[in-house]
């Protein structure tokens, strides 16, 4: 998977990125680039950029001058902060608990990234939403279901790692296999108390309802997803369904 530097209109790129398993096996990763209606610029989470991509980060960001902050919404994602944080001194940078646990050189802001300061900050750009039900981040490192959502209402994209995957499904399969699935570690990301599973199921509604917009749906780590008008809320009913069923078993 090549490094590519995806424009999904009216400010909004998404940067499909390299990530290897071992040293061997890219499973991929992504970062993507917000253009505020300010005339600056957001990154959604954080990737070492370099070669032919950083070029044209930096060509659009007026050498990086013009990145406003990095908002780092999933927890596990901490690999590259510290490199963001390198590239872009001027910029603010938020994450959860434990981006600030885990890299203590970054110079963290105050508020935490899934605080209603942040989303109240960015709401003429983007709209946040954090899944109930589960845990954000899991005392277990292998647990990494949790993630904070965005979404960009002018261009329809919604940027989400891990809580929402994107299968490499074949074109001639997309009508009989779905392509956008949940983590197969959510099981172990739910809170234990009483009806934390329908909490969750009622919020893959409640997304797919409020963000009936959506037109690509960025995740890791397999790459973007397109939808027709309407078609991204029947997908999370259709996913509410199956979870609810899975349950019930």
Request: hydrophobic share 40%; charged share 20%.
């Amino acid at each position: 998977m090549a490094r590519r530097l995806v424009n999904l209109g009216s400010g909004f790129w998404n940067i499909r990125c390299t990530m290897k398993v071992a040293g061997i096996v890219n499973v991929g990763t992504q970062v993507s680039v917000v253009r505020l209606q300010s005339g600056r610029f957001v990154f959604l989470d954080s990737y070492t950029l370099n070669g032919e991509i950083r070029e044209l980060v930096m060509g659009l960001t007026q050498d990086g001058s013009l990145v406003e902050a990095v908002l780092n919404l999933h927890p596990f994602h901490t690999l590259h902060c510290a490199a963001m944080a390198r590239d872009f001194p001027t910029a603010k940078f938020y994450g959860s608990e434990r981006h600030r646990r885990v890299c203590t050189s970054v110079p963290w802001e105050t508020e935490r990234v899934e605080s209603a300061a942040v989303a109240d900050r960015y709401s003429r750009d983007l709209q946040f939403s954090l899944p109930p039900g589960i845990h954000y981040f899991s005392e277990n490192e292998k647990v990494h279901a949790g993630s904070l959502l965005a979404f960009h209402p002018a261009s329809g994209s919604l940027h989400v790692d891990d809580t929402l995957n994107v299968l490499p499904v074949p074109g001639a399969l997309r009508g009989y296999v779905p392509r956008l699935v949940l983590h197969p570690s959510l099981g172990a990301a739910m809170n234990a108390e009483d009806g934390a599973e329908e909490k969750f199921c009622r919020w893959l509604e409640e997304i797919g309802a409020r963000w009936r917009g959506t037109k690509s749906v960025c995740a890791a780590h397999n790459g973007v997803a397109r939808f027709a008008e309407g078609d991204f809320e029947q997908v999370m009913r259709g996913l509410a369904a199956r979870t609810r069923k899975k349950t019930a078993a």
